[in-house]
């Protein structure tokens, strides 16, 4: 199941929106993403770490900076494509992101 969403969260606004669609749907997830690396970061930096847990930190804001990365690529690709559509797909996206990471910590 989380395979075909994946795929179709890629493949149906590329197919209806081209480029556009992908790259608003890229910068959407990524910006989830970003939230979501940020808010482990901040909840680990508030306990005491041992040399595993800073290591752990270090790897979490390497990956959460390749994800800005791919976010800000996808928004400069974007470029004047990006407006109200945009947007609302990105809001969209969020969302059921959110809902999926919510549905996988409990499952």
């Known amino acids: 199941a989380w395979r075909a969403a994946g795929y179709g969260l890629g493949f149906l606004p ?44 270090r790897l979490l804001r390497a990956c959460c900076e390749d994800e800005v990365h791919h976010k800000e690529d996808a928004a400069n690709r974007l470029g004047a494509a990006d407006g109200a559509v945009a947007a609302g797909w990105g809001t969209l996206v969020e969302f059921g992101s959110a809902v999926a990471a919510e549905v996988a910590r409990r499952v």
Do not use: P
Request: hydrophobic share 35%; aromatic share 10%.
């Open 14 to 57: 590329t197919f209806v929106a081209g480029e556009a669609g992908l790259y608003a749907t890229v910068r959407s997830v990524e910006t989830f993403v970003e939230k979501h690396y940020n808010e482990q970061i901040t909840r680990l930096e508030q306990e005491e770490l041992d040399d595993d847990g800073k290591e752990l930190v």
